[in-house]
């Protein structure tokens, strides 16, 4: 059994900062792609940004350097630091990580986090 927990999010001011936390836990052999995809009401859920076990990363082309994607091989963790927040910023945060948890490579979910941002 694995699972995502995601934390970090909240209110914020457009131009303001958030930093999202997502920690894998549980059966884990290794973690390949870890990654971040959000979903605001009505719109399908859009890759925000990923990074490879090789720490090669991509982002949504929506991102346009305002934010940072990163990961703690120990911790299982990855992060994602998002500056210069804009209102269309405003969704829920889920994680994402393919995780080897025995024989099997499996896709695993978190239960999001909301990221609301002010104008």
């Known amino acids: 059994q694995v699972q995502l927990a995601e934390s970090g999010g909240g209110l914020v001011q457009a131009g303001g900062s958030l930093r999202l936390s997502c920690v894998v836990s549980?059966?884990?052999?290794?973690?390949?792609?870890m990654g971040w995809y959000r979903q605001a009401p009505g719109r399908e859920r859009e890759v925000v940004a990923f990074i490879g076990f090789d720490r090669k990363t991509h982002y949504g082309d929506f991102v346009k350097g305002r934010f940072a994607i990163s990961r703690d091989y120990a911790k299982n963790t990855v992060y994602l630091q998002m500056n210069d927040l804009k209102p269309e910023d405003t969704a829920v945060y889920y994680c994402?990580?393919?995780?080897?948890?025995?024989?099997?490579?499996?896709?695993?979910w978190g239960q999001g986090t909301q990221v609301t941002v002010s104008s």
């Open positions: 549980g059966s884990i052999f290794s973690i390949n792609a």
């Open positions: 994402n990580a393919d995780v080897q948890d025995g024989l099997t490579l499996n896709n695993y």
